[in-house]
């Protein structure tokens, strides 16, 4: 069993539509929480960032974590033909020590269609 | 603006052959990570890197090594190169204690 757990899709959704993206782990030691957008030929690049339990919102993008379920969320509101892309969620147990690692979902690609 | 830059975007090798992928950032990091990322999969660190001339394994180093001699530039080796490292190769760097990882663009390599 992986560690990280997530639905690759692909997710296809109309233009406006909210998108639902969640991703489960095992490892009861992740308290960093991190979301990674890949667009096609391209590295993937930092869009949200938690610690611990809880809900952030920066804009159109709202993230959650259940730490209790070992569950996270990543919801993308109005979306946009410019948010089709793979979504990558990533975390960590520790992040202050310089060799600390991610551990990475296998990432959901998602289109939006105009 | 940061950037991380990695020596080709695709690369095709034989079977056996020495593989050298470069990468080099300009913000002054002090760490640098090396992943492979496959359909499904997700990101899999291969090697990391906290210091220049420091390296340290992570969960897949088997058939790779890493150098680090100056601290822009972490490059990464296959030995002997074989058809199950096909495979997009990615490099990131970040600031030390810091959490965010700054990725280059890849390398897509075919080992034929």
């Known amino acids: 069993q992986k560690e990280v757990e997530q639905d690759p899709g692909p997710l296809s959704v109309p233009e406006g539509a909210i998108v639902s993206l969640n991703c489960t782990y095992s490892?009861?030691?992740?308290?960093?929480f991190m979301w990674y957008r890949q667009y096609s030929r391209k590295g993937p690049e930092l869009l949200m960032y938690?610690?611990?339990?809880g809900n952030k919102e920066d804009g159109r993008f709202t993230a959650q974590v259940d730490k209790s379920s070992k569950y996270i969320s990543l919801f993308i509101r109005d979306s946009q033909p410019s948010d089709s892309a793979t979504y990558l969620c990533?975390?960590?147990?520790?992040?202050?020590?310089?060799?600390?690692?991610?551990?990475f979902g296998g990432g959901t690609r998602v289109l939006v269609k105009p | 603006d940061v950037k991380v830059t990695q020596s080709s975007r695709y690369l095709v090798k034989r079977t056996g052959e020495k593989v050298f992928l470069e990468c080099v950032q300009d913000m002054d990091h002090e760490n640098m990570f090396w992943y492979r990322q496959d359909p499904g999969l997700g990101l899999r660190l291969i090697y990391f890197?906290?210091?220049?001339?420091?390296?340290e394994k992570g969960d897949i180093p088997e058939g790779y090594s890493v150098s680090r001699e100056k601290k822009e530039r972490f490059s990464l080796i296959l030995e002997s190169a074989s058809t199950n490292q096909t495979s997009m190769y990615l490099c990131a760097s970040k600031v030390e204690g810091n959490y965010e990882q700054f990725f280059g663009p890849g390398t897509r390599l075919t080992v034929l």
């Open positions: 990533a975390m960590s147990a520790w992040i202050k020590a310089a060799g600390n690692k991610l551990t």
């Open positions: 890197s906290y210091d220049v001339k420091m390296k």
């Open positions: 490892n009861s030691a992740f308290q960093y």
């Open positions: 938690t610690y611990s339990s």
